[in-house]
């Protein structure tokens, strides 16, 4: 049983019947070095591992968790869903309540299609935005993370980053080669492809606020212009908020940079995860009815899903949702801010020299003179960053009971559950971690 075998015995035997002995590869520490944790129970802004040690989290299942771990509200959501069954392979009016819900906060997202994960989401998006132009040619962003599809793993960040991948193996060249890469922030580089190639192009994707490659923030102005480009060329704008929806505010990213009344930009479509389903399988994708009734059955775009729309993952997010109001959103932003600040600090204190940037209350740290004299504008900068020094501070916290992402291009997470104590601990585990980082050779 785990319990009687050391957390290496664990890792081992996982190596064995599962590939890496994880599930999803960021998970592996691949870039951080060491054992990865394995864990038994989660509850509020905690993690506990199958050893029995208790962790502050700032994982938080890489977003979901946006009301802390195990909230007794949406736990009971979902319990009540199962005694009623599991799964139907049938519409339920859940379904419709939580599209409503989506609606209220992202009213552009006039019909909404469930999925089971973002990668289904954006991979659907990209397939409507095809279908609606009859066009092939895709074009994202270096260092976006769009999920795992084929179109979409060109130099995506995420856990392709950690790994230090260009790409995958196993897309093909035809795949490959309708996906055109630009650099993040990059206003001419995307005008100048437009005027090559615009007549080709089906769509532009883009994090709403990348948070795959640490968190690099969208330079004012520049989803504005994907906007702007998309639609004199009459291609697509899909804004992956797949990480960021529901998360930094109650409509996404696109609400605080937008506004919701009167927004300044709108894509096309939108691709939601993570917060959406509360923790459980849940994704989907939203956008005006004349482009979402492309989808089958009423349209020729064919998708599909035994488990979409699932009704105990509907329930989960129904109930994060209904709970994710704006104190909800005010505490994860003063807990963020919390942290950010005693992070600041503790690296000030060693003189390391580092950058926080942020995306409402998402944010992450990149080291080095370069990143802290200009900021963070794209992949190359964030890959240019004294990643080395992550790993031991990644180490020093985990030692003292922080659970910090596994990868310096991730963000770290809060939830509305980490409360003082929680963020006192952070705070206590900061100044010996940021002697580790001082301390990092190359
Ligand atoms: C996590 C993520 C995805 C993929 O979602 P999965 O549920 O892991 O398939 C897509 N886009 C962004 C921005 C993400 O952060």
């Known amino acids: 049983m785990p319990g009687h075998l050391s957390m290496e015995e664990v890792y081992r035997h996982a190596c064995e019947v599962i590939p890496g002995g994880v599930n999803s590869p960021v998970r592996a520490f691949g870039s951080v070095g060491g ?8 509850s509020g802004p905690h993690v506990v591992d199958i050893e029995g040690r208790e962790y502050v989290d700032l994982v938080c299942s890489w977003g979901p968790a946006l009301l802390g771990h195990a909230h007794p509200e949406v736990v009971a959501a979902v319990q009540d869903a199962a005694t009623r069954g599991l799964s139907f392979g049938a519409p339920t009016t859940a379904e419709v309540q939580l599209a409503e819900l989506i609606r209220g906060r992202v009213p552009a997202a006039e019909k909404v299609r469930f999925v089971s994960t973002g990668t289904e989401a954006t991979m659907t998006a990209l397939r409507i935005a095809r279908g609606a132009t009859g066009r092939d040619v895709i074009v994202k962003f270096a260092g976006c993370y769009h999920g795992h599809s084929d179109a979409l793993l060109a130099e995506a960040g995420s856990g392709v980053a950690t790994a230090g991948l260009p790409g995958s193996a196993g897309v093909t060249k035809a795949s490959a080669g309708d996906t055109i890469v630009l650099p993040y922030n990059d206003v001419a580089a995307l005008e100048a492809v437009f005027a090559e190639r615009g007549s080709e192009i089906a769509c532009v994707i883009s994090e709403a606020a990348p948070a795959n490659m640490g968190i690099v923030t969208p330079l004012p102005g520049f989803n504005e212009a994907i906007r702007r480009i998309t639609a004199a060329h009459g291609a697509l704008m899909i804004l992956d908020e797949v990480l960021t929806g529901f998360r930094v505010g109650p409509s996404g990213w696109w609400g605080l940079e937008a506004g919701v009344q009167n927004p300044t930009y709108t894509p096309d479509l939108f691709a939601f995860g993570k917060v959406v389903g509360g923790g459980m399988p849940l994704a989907g994708l939203g956008g005006p009815a004349a482009l979402m009734d492309l989808l089958a059955p009423v349209g020729p775009v064919y998708q599909a899903g035994t488990l979409s729309g699932n009704p105990l993952a509907t329930a989960a997010g129904i109930a994060t949702l209904t709970l994710a109001d704006a104190a909800a959103y005010a505490q994860v932003d003063a807990a963020s801010l919390t942290v950010q600040r005693a992070l600041a600090d503790a690296l000030d204190a060693v003189g390391v020299p580092h950058r926080i940037q942020t995306a409402g209350n ?8 370069d990143a802290a004299a ?19 501070f990644f180490h020093a916290m985990l030692d003292a009971g922080v659970a910090l992402p596994p990868s310096v291009f991730e963000a770290w997470f809060l939830s509305a559950a980490h409360d003082d104590a929680a963020l006192n601990r952070i705070a206590e585990a900061l100044p ?8 990092a050779t190359r």
């Open 35 to 42: 054992t990865p944790v394995f864990l038994a129970s989660a």
């Open 362 to 369: 998402l944010f992450s740290v990149f080291f080095g003179e």
């Open 374 to 392: 200009r900021g963070v504008a794209t992949y190359s900068d964030a890959k240019a960053a004294d990643t080395f020094r992550y790993p031991p």
């Open 432 to 439: 010996s971690a940021a002697r580790a980082a001082a301390s």
